[in-house]
């Protein structure tokens, strides 16, 4: 299917959209003939929403979230607690914790988690503008994923903190509320184990 | 995940993407924040890509396929047997013919399916333009799908066309070839079994 596209310009824009994630060449074919069957004002509106991202898309100032001005309306919101900041890797893990409602601090976006592998450092994350944040008494949650790379950006950020006051805390981490323990994975339920709590009645 | 986008300009993005076929709210979130990702050229060269597809892609004159310019390579391309019409649905069903290297005459693309369902009558189909382009002792084969839609076409074209001295042809169907009999659906081999053939060994 890859070759002898009918038209360049068909070729061109399949070639763009399946450099997209998890896009392969015969779905972004199936993407680029439906967009071709849409009104040219349609094609011309996706492809500006699409080129926006690059120019007019900028970065909270303080938790260097996404954001449409100088500060997110998260920092700018001044009903939220600005002395409690949790540490996430990405604005979608900020997404995901709004959603859920039980959180009313505010956030600080990493923009990535350490990854020698993947040739990222401390110094490519937003480390610097969180230690600039910092004052005694804040709490920092560390909101990072549960793998190696995770908790290895984890320590190194616990490391910077340590010693300017600030109280730092993680995720609870254990069975998912709810579940059952006949569909927990060994490790996750091991932990648990290994992890448990004083039982509140 | 739907609500309290940070930005707006991320939001017109995933729901710009995510009004494509098969992509939910979730995946065009990743897309969008891939996307962010990447440097503002790259993002702006996909842009335009999508752009193109509103502006630049030509139509044949003769075969109605996309096009970059006013007749396709396969129209143009006199080694191709100009009096033997493949009539299909879309570009893609051009492409995958074409991907087979198996047929040496032209297309004709109709754009669509006769479909009461979907709204989209004879008119809406470019069965002019193929009526226009017969002459007497040319083939038709209609390459359609075996749907009821796509009988309805076949059968709408066909009567359209009885009469000028066109040889009208359908693609061969039965088992795959190579198929086993132990995995084919019932419909397959129950009309491969009426429309059985001559043994050629």
Redesign the interface.
């Known amino acids: 299917?890859n070759?002898?596209?009918?038209?360049?310009?068909?070729q061109?824009?399949v070639?763009?959209?399946s450099?997209?994630?998890?896009?392969g060449s015969r779905?972004a074919?199936?993407?680029?003939?439906?967009?071709?069957r849409q009104p040219?004002?349609t094609?011309?509106?996706?492809?500006?929403?699409?080129?926006?991202?690059?120019?007019?898309?900028?970065y909270c100032g303080q938790c260097m979230?996404?954001?449409?001005g100088d500060l997110?309306?998260?920092c700018a919101d001044g009903k939220r607690d600005q002395r409690t900041i949790c540490v996430v890797e990405?604005?979608?893990d900020?997404?995901?914790i709004?959603?859920t409602g039980q959180y009313n601090g505010v956030y600080h976006v990493l923009g990535g988690i350490i990854s020698p592998i993947n040739g990222i450092a401390p110094s490519d994350l937003h480390i610097k503008e969180l230690l600039a944040r910092l004052e005694e008494g804040m709490e920092v949650i560390l909101a990072l994923s549960g793998d190696v790379e995770g908790e290895t950006t984890s320590f190194y950020i616990y490391r910077q903190i340590a010693g300017l006051g600030v109280k730092v805390t993680t995720l609870a981490r254990g069975l998912g509320f709810g579940d059952d323990l006949e569909y927990a994975d060994a490790l996750t339920l091991g932990r648990s184990i290994a992890a448990r709590q004083p039982f509140k009645p």
């Open positions: 299917m070759s002898n596209y009918p038209s360049r310009v068909l061109d824009a070639e763009a959209i450099s997209l994630p998890g896009v779905s074919l199936r993407l680029a003939l439906h967009l071709l040219s004002e094609i011309h509106q996706f492809a500006t929403a699409v080129d926006r991202l690059a120019t007019d898309v900028h979230m996404v954001a449409d997110c309306s998260i990405s604005v979608r900020v997404m995901s709004e959603a």
